[in-house]
């Protein structure tokens, strides 16, 4: 169990980290993909394009580094349902919106959705890990 | 007796966040060009357009626009989105034309023909960069409406397509 537990936060982290820098990359270009689900206003667009790549990379970064582990899966597993949340909200508002998720230009719809729930699952492998080794140490 | 004592995990997301705040600010003051943390993204996004010396047109503007003789509507977006829904009476020059070759795409085009360009809506910098192209190839009287189609839905303007 330990094994399946180190592995889901070293996934989880890594998607995040990876994920994040690519945003960090390209922050012009992830501020015109949150404008365009159109969930934020205009005025926190670029505020948010900023500081949610620096989420993902540090919590993504302390995750796999197994420290403050219990606070970094919980924000990621929230992050993580946001983001499927806000796509499900665009498809089902039929928005043609870059997805935004690993830059480029990949479209939001059904291979999204599914591929960001599978990662939410090792996620709450994570989460569920993470604060049983709290009990475990202080119990 | 069995006694847990647990640290509550709210400290955690303090740290977190605190360093993540940190981070944001030290990679956006590294940008060549930093972004703003509070700015309308509307206007910003108009305003990247008239900086490159186009004309800008709100939605409203552009409908009175249709209604008057001699404009034509310009989409730059991909010919499968044009077919599915376009400004009555506009031409698709897909702003894919400025690597294929845009002299040919706009061979029937009389240079002082009054153009008003758009793609989908405010983040698609198609529109721009067709315009670019197209001041660029002599065409003089340009004009770019930056929310796009769904600017011209949103402001009542009739759509055709199928």
Known sequence: MRTVWMLSRLVFGAVFVYAGALKMGDAAGFAANIFNYQLLPAKMVYGAAIILPAVEVVCGLALMANTLARGASVVLSALMLTFIGAMGWAMARGLDVDCGCFGGTQAVGRETLIRDAVILVVGLVAMWGAFAQTRRYEG | ?162
């Open chain 2, 1 to 162: 007796m069995l006694h847990q004592v647990r640290r509550p995990a709210w400290p955690e997301f303090v740290v977190l966040l605190i360093i993540s705040v940190m981070a944001a600010w030290l990679v956006n003051v590294g940008r060549p060009e930093p972004l703003p943390w509070w700015a309308d993204f509307t206007a910003k996004k108009v305003e990247e357009t008239t900086r490159k010396g186009l004309a800008v047109l709100t939605p409203a503007e552009a409908i009175a626009a249709l209604k008057a003789d001699g404009q034509l509507f310009v989409d730059a977006r991909d010919p499968d989105e044009f077919a599915m829904e376009h400004v009555p009476g506009a031409v698709n020059i897909s702003a894919d034309a400025l690597l294929m070759g845009l002299d040919a795409a706009v061979s029937g085009l009389a240079k002082d023909k009054p153009l008003i360009v758009y793609c989908g809506n405010l983040a698609c910098p198609k529109s721009r960069d067709l315009a670019e192209g197209l001041k660029a190839s002599g065409f003089s009287a340009l004009s770019v409406m930056p929310e796009g189609m769904e600017g011209w839905k949103a402001a009542g303007g009739p759509v055709e397509g199928q």
